[in-house]
């Protein structure tokens, strides 16, 4: 790199120590042949400073911001309002420029911030400690599909279909160097039928890899609610531990997973003071049962009292590779996001819990009313009976590419098309398991943003596609 100070001199020197003339000789010596690449880079020719610019802004004006579009687009990340102090604070220069924000010594704002973002989630899951945040929900999902097979000395590990299918191949990513065994609820229903998932545990539990985990998710993809006491229950009644994905804006109104039998509590935490921004940088929320604590990944910032006796703040039970034996460590990329985190404390601390809630109020009234007036049309129906919070899944006349794709020229994001997530498993039937078609499935997802001429704006939309409309 660059700014490294290496003179020619003390790159000569390092180069003896290994016994090579030159750099090129030692990655010949590292690197097979066959896995160089052969012959020139076709790249473009420099440019300057300002031509570089002015590419940059061309490139940009391409893209469409989503406020100016119409969007009921979902699946993961959410278009919430945020208010503006959320943004003003976090970019104070000692929260925004703090890249390691743990040294007591000097970050006793910071360390407090996360403080009491960890205690932010833990009333909101109803778990009994949080950490410090991982890199999204996904990760975080993942995280604790490893945290149950640790806990409980078994490798199976129990999905539900109905679970986000980017964050069902995360989990599979992460644990297919533990010789996990996944296991795939179906949920014609839209569901985790506990009948179902309960004869699948009592086959794996005979078997020889028991359930160490049943994960679901609720709202689940399908923006259906699932019965988390249910399942937690089937989950311990087969000595495995229950894993639940929220959407943290529900839980404005819906019981708590830790009170329902939950033993890990995660979600993606964008919804709370974060905007899409392209998909990303997310927030991932991960909190757990206290007798799991030291099984917990990342980082956790505990309270304690200084020197002096003045409450003070550092982190405690540092389980990552660099601060202990990397054979005891929980995890190695357990990355947390402290600035999102930190924006997510400061929206709920700004809503408090009646604000919270009346956000989830709107959401789940305005998307019922989205969904009452679409299933009105003909050709429309919901796919799923089942109760929802603010996402609901459409069956469509018409495959729902064509919709996204031409009311997205109309500046309307109408959902997400459930072909792109289910066409890599049997058609969808892997998930699914009856006639359903997923390119005929549409989700919709409504958030306190959307008003009541918005949400008839999609509908007369949608409604071009009627059968005997042409």
Do not use: W
């Not at 959410?78 to 390691?100: K, W």
């Not at 065994?181 to 179902?196: L, S």
């Not at 190695?332 to 400061?346: F, R, S």
Request: with cysteine; hydrophobic share 40%; proline share 6%.
């Amino acid at each position: 790199m660059a700014y490294l100070p290496n003179t020619p001199h003390l790159r000569a020197e390092m180069l003896s120590a290994l016994g090579v003339e030159s750099a090129e000789e030692l990655i010949d010596r590292q690197v097979p042949g066959k896995l160089k690449f052969q012959g020139l880079l076709n790249l473009p020719a420099p440019l300057s400073e300002m031509e570089l610019l002015e590419e940059l802004e061309r490139d940009a004006a391409c893209n469409q911001p989503a406020g100016e579009m119409l969007n009921f687009l979902g699946a993961g990340v959410y278009d919430h309002f945020v208010p503006s102090a959320v943004q003003r604070i976090i970019s104070r220069s000692e929260f925004y420029t703090s890249y390691t924000a743990y040294q007591p010594e000097a970050s006793q704002g910071m360390l407090q911030a996360t403080y009491e973002y960890q205690s932010l989630i833990c009333a909101l899951t109803g778990m009994d400690v949080a950490n410090a945040s991982n890199y999204d929900g996904a990760t975080s999902l993942a995280e604790a599909a490893i945290l149950c097979v640790s806990a409980t000395g078994r490798r199976g590990i129990v999905l539900s279909g109905a679970v986000h299918p980017a964050y069902r191949k995360v989990v599979e990513t992460y644990t297919k160097g533990l010789g996990s065994n996944i296991r795939t609820v179906p949920t014609p229903d839209g569901v985790t039928d506990p009948n179902t998932l309960g004869e699948l545990l009592a086959e794996a539990r005979s078997g020889e890899e028991p359930p160490a985990a049943v994960v679901i998710q609720h709202p689940n993809y399908f923006g259906c609610l699932e019965d988390v006491s249910a399942v937690a229950a089937k989950a311990h009644d087969a000595g495995a531990l229950c894993v639940v994905c929220v959407n943290p804006i529900s839980l404005g109104i819906l019981v708590p997973p830790g009170s329902c039998g939950a033993d890990v509590v995660v979600g993606e935490g964008q919804p709370l003071g974060s905007p899409m921004n392209y998909g990303g940088p997310l927030l991932g929320i991960f909190a757990c049962r206290e007798e799991h604590v030291r099984r917990m990944p990342g980082r956790i910032i505990g309270a304690t009292t200084d020197a002096h006796g003045r409450r003070a703040y550092c982190m405690t039970l540092q389980t990552r590779e660099q601060h202990i034996r990397r054979e005891r460590a929980t995890s190695n990329i357990c990355t947390n996001e402290a600035l999102v985190a930190l924006a997510a404390a400061v929206c709920l601390s700004l809503m408090g819990k009646h604000g919270l809630r009346r956000v989830a109020e709107l959401c789940l009234q305005k998307a019922h009313y989205a969904a009452r007036r679409i299933s009105e049309l003909r050709g429309y129906k919901l796919a799923f009976s089942a109760p929802f919070f603010n996402e609901f899944t459409v069956e469509t006349p018409v495959p729902a590419s064509r919709i996204v794709s031409e009311l997205s020229q109309e500046g309307i994001l109408p959902g997400r098309d459930l072909s792109l997530d289910f066409a890599l498993e049997k058609n969808g039937q892997e998930v699914l398991k009856d006639a359903r078609r997923p390119n005929f499935l549409l989700l919709v997802c409504v958030t306190e943003r959307r008003t009541k001429a918005q949400i008839d704006r999609l509908v007369e939309a949608l409604s071009r596609y009627q059968p005997d409309s042409g």
